[in-house]
């Protein structure tokens, strides 16, 4: 606990009055004011924010406020004259934010005032980060320290002592006292007075809650060790499954406020993404199967519940792609209009992911029309992502994006008006002072049902009418949109092109990921090379921090993923040792959010806790996971597991707030679960036969003899991550010597019908020359898969797949001769796979690749029947790094059991 001065009680009644300002995004005073409020009718010299580049400060460069952009010339002024600072925060795209900016430090008494006794500055949120949440943590500090409920927002507004403590605060006051609201000016001369009369007072307050905001910013040690397990997992899902509302979707719901506004939360949905058959939300790799892990149908429900309100909902933009930043209502339908790139970016690898699950085209269509809005309306010329577009047009928030019934009638016609109204909502009363939003009320299928019109017919000519709206949309008034690059945000947008490409089979996402991120590590660094924060007008400047070294690194190993291209993982690995060399604390352990070359602030945080984004410890532990499967690096793993077990108590009280943490758990275990496995003794794996049953070895076509107990998993891994082969975890082969495992499905699927195990026929690959795979597929009993060549030949072929990372070729494919299945509806039989069934290849590594270390990515497509029905067509994927000797190294054969010539096996 921690003591407050008793001045406290002399402010609280000026600030307490701000506290319902805020909601949880931004500052919403109860009462709306007039929203066409105007600057004062002449214009200002510009103070000094006119040389800043961001767009928010520019946006006050003619204030008769003589503002100040954060650095040391407004602190020298402050303590020169001793004069308190008044330190207020926002960012271009916040509704409030434009309100105070009009109405208070347009007023002339108030800036008056400002300006005589105060020294002011204005700072950039999403330029600066650091600052913003160091201030947001001290207002916590101080509405609990006046007995106040906890909230915050934007614009927040805090009073700093000269050295930059914080005193009090709060978030939008409009500039004279309004229906229980604190006019500004009041607050001011409130906050005067004080300094004025009684400074030793108010700088111990200071004092006080500077001290709490050092504490809470250090993770600090736990008094107990929280074992890293499933459990931990467990209860983050639960978190979620807490607060989800199962009647309109979302995974912050309270019941006890049932109307209050909904956020999309990303970091929630990919948690629950990580944990079903679907792409996985950062590097794309995929549990394959219809298994999950826990409750799967819960967590599936869940899921689909809120992506389908959400893509019905008015808070995706209908016309134009993408979604706005939340709703402001329990159903989805009226949202608060601005729309940010993180959130684009994020909810496009969301929907990617769900459609790489499931294969539902609205899945895809929204993941497609989120991208082609920001290619279309967020890409620079050079081929960084802009950070936003502001919600008003006019003062008049959403103006640009609603309609009346007589617009749309007007552009389309009243034949297709009808039709569309119906289908969009725009028949139902107006939920919106200002016009209809667009959204679904219920889904197209059901609509072209009720009109009596094929679904895809429907969807084409609702596309053609939606062309024709947003051509006559675009003529109107343009958005305010904050055009400079932000370095972690691109990161993110980087990742869901790589993955949306990968998924979408859309080369082109791809290559604008590929562009961006050139452009992020050409043109966003300093002299030494360092990642910078922002750019704008050909400027880059600030220093980087945690969050964007954190999510360039992930898109980078996304788009190695999606390319092989070792360029992206070559230059992920360098920007990883750069961030351990700058935020790394050797001592304490994790990353700080600053650098060790940033000004020294109030305090120097490190957390785990997820915004709007991901946590930059969290995405960092993902990341050194990943580089740790990919390069064999022990190091990362360590590191990795010391960041969980330093933020493993919070995880553990406060699980809902570090889902994403969750998520970098799970991976980590899977993880370290293949690692050990690659030590174990070669008659280690138990299960070796438990799921695959004996192999036939009927003909030369057929699978070889049956697999041995001795079967040894050197690399087996839980999760269907890249398995890490080394040439030196492989035993002298011979005539009965174990088989040695080199990739496996996940063995937790329960529910999955087919499982694959695969061998090589050799240690390491031979540069220009050819080995031998074998791929084991396991079919659960009373399910069978279609041969290759499928009978009758409208059937979907089993077929073996590679990718490979530096361009080995698959050929001479054997499928093995099925037998024939009767099932009703067929007049002939089928030819099918039941039980158990061996495919080989021929693998053949280029001769550049000599010395290097191949990525295999092997896929096994196929469908699974019953003697009913047939599921859809899906993927069984199997992943393993394998060396490629170098030029005159030794080839050792293994597995020759499965390899050798028929009748000379064992």
Not at 732 to 752: F, I, M, N, S
């Amino acid at each position: 606990m921690y003591r407050i001065p008793v001045v406290f009680s002399l402010l609280s009644v000026a600030f307490l009055a701000s506290v319902g300002c805020a909601a949880e995004s931004d500052g919403a005073p109860g009462e709306t004011p007039n929203r066409k409020t105007d600057k004062a009718t002449h214009q200002h010299p510009a103070n000094r924010l006119a040389h800043e580049t961001s767009p928010y400060l520019l946006l006050h460069a003619h204030n008769p406020v003589d503002w100040f952009p954060w650095g040391p010339e407004a602190f020298e002024k402050a303590q020169q004259e001793n004069k308190p600072i008044f330190l207020s925060i926002g960012y271009s795209s916040c509704f409030w934010c434009h309100v105070m900016e009009r109405e208070t430090f347009s007023d002339e008494e108030t800036a008056a005032y400002m300006n005589e006794h105060f020294v002011n500055i204005k700072v950039d949120r999403e330029e600066r980060p650091d600052v913003d949440d160091i201030y947001m943590l001290a207002l916590q500090v101080y509405y609990r320290a006046i007995g106040s409920p906890p909230n915050g927002g934007w614009p927040l507004s805090m009073f700093l002592t000269p050295t930059g403590k914080p005193m009090a605060g709060g978030t939008y006051f409009p500039p004279r006292a309004r229906r229980g609201l604190p006019g500004f000016l009041a607050v001011l001369q409130k906050l005067h007075e004080s300094w004025t009369d009684d400074e030793e007072r108010m700088t111990a307050a200071a004092e006080a809650i500077a001290g709490e905001v050092r504490r809470v910013s250090a993770p600090g040690e736990s008094s107990r060790t929280v074992p890293l397990g499933r459990s931990l997992v467990d209860q983050a899902i639960a978190a979620v499954e807490a607060q989800f509302d199962p009647e309109y979707g979302g995974l912050e719901f309270d019941p006890r406020r049932p109307n209050g506004p909904k956020f999309p939360v990303p970091t929630r949905l990919m948690l629950l993404q990580s944990q079903i058959g679907n792409g996985d939300a950062v590097n794309g790799d995929a549990v394959n199967g219809d298994g999950a892990k826990g409750d799967g149908a819960k967590i599936v429900a869940m899921l689909e519940n809120t992506l389908d309100h959400m893509l019905r909902g008015g808070i995706r933009d209908h016309l134009g792609g993408g979604f706005h930043r939340y709703s402001t209502d329990r159903q989805w339908m009226v949202p608060h209009f601005e729309k940010m790139l993180y959130d684009n970016a994020q909810l496009a690898e969301v929907y990617s992911n769900a459609y790489a699950r499931t294969g539902e085209q609205r899945y895809r269509d929204v993941a497609e029309q989120t991208f082609a809005f920001v290619l279309r309306e967020m890409t620079s010329p050079d081929g960084g992502f802009y950070s936003a577009l502001d919600a008003e047009t006019d003062g008049i928030e959403g103006q640009h994006y609603v309609w009346s019934k007589d617009e749309i009638a007007g552009v389309l016609g009243e034949s297709d008006a009808a039709l569309f109204n119906d289908v969009y909502g725009v028949n139902e009363p107006e939920r919106f002072e200002h016009g209809h939003v667009l959204h679904l009320p219920r889904p197209i299928i059901e609509a072209a049902v009720t009109h009596g019109i094929p679904a895809a017919e429907l969807r084409d000519r609702l596309s053609v009418m939606r062309d024709k709206l947003l051509v006559v949309r675009e003529q109107r008034p343009a958005l305010l949109k904050d055009d400079k690059v932000l370095t972690s945000w691109n990161g993110l947008m980087i990742r869901a092109l790589a993955r949306g490409g990968e998924v979408l089979n859309r080369p082109d996402l791809i290559a604008a990921g590929e562009r961006a991120a050139r452009f992020v590590l050409t043109n966003m660094r300093d002299e030494e090379g360092r990642l910078l924060r922002t750019h704008r007008d050909k400027l880059s400047k600030l220093n980087a921090y945690l969050d964007d070294y954190a999510f360039v690194v992930s898109g980078l190993l996304a788009l190695h993923r999606a390319t092989g291209q070792q360029e992206w993982l070559d230059a992920a690995r360098q920007l990883t040792d750069d961030q351990i060399d700058l935020f790394w604390d050797e001592e304490g352990k994790a990353f700080f959010f600053t650098s060790d070359h940033h000004e020294k602030l109030l305090a120097r945080t490190k957390n785990a806790y997820d915004n709007v984004i991901p946590s930059g410890n969290s995405m960092s532990v993902r990341n050194l996971v990943r580089l740790a499967e990919l390069t064999g690096n022990a190091d990362d793993l360590t590191r990795a597991g010391e960041t969980l077990a330093l933020f493993a108590p919070k995880l553990e009280n406060q699980s809902g707030a570090l889902t994403f943490m969750a998520v970098a758990v799970d991976e980590y275990l899977a993880a370290t679960s293949a690692s050990v496995s690659t030590e174990t003794d070669v008659d280690s794996d138990s299960d070796a036969n438990s799921d695959s049953g004996p192999v036939s070895d009927s003909d030369s076509e057929s699978a070889a003899e049956t697999l041995p107990p001795g079967e040894s998993a050197v690399a087996s891994d839980a999760a269907d991550k890249p398995v890490v082969v080394r040439a030196a975890k492989f035993p002298q082969q011979g005539t009965g010597e174990p088989l040695v495992l080199a990739a496996r499905t996940d063995p937790r699927l329960k529910d999955a019908k087919v499982s694959a195990k695969a061998y090589l026929s050799v240690d390491k690959l031979p540069a220009g020359g050819k080995a031998q795979v074998a791929v084991v597929l396991a079919i659960k009993d009373g399910w069978h898969i279609n041969t290759n060549p499928a009978r009758p030949d409208f059937l979907v072929p089993t077929e073996l797949i590679l990718k490979a990372a530096r361009k080995s070729k698959l050929s001479q494919i054997a499928y093995p001769k099925g037998h024939d299945f009767r099932m009703e509806g067929f007049d002939e039989p089928l030819s099918v796979f039941e039980k158990q069934v061996l495919l080989k290849g021929t693998i053949e590594a280029p001769r550049a690749a000599a010395g290097a270390t191949e990525e295999l990515e092997l896929t096994i497509h196929y469908q699974a029947c019953d003697n009913r029905r047939c599921l859809r067509p899906t993927d069984a994927t199997l992943k393993l790094r394998v060396p490629v000797a170098a030029a005159g190294a030794d080839v050792k054969t293994i597995n020759q059991r499965l390899f050798a010539p028929k009748g000379k096996g064992n």
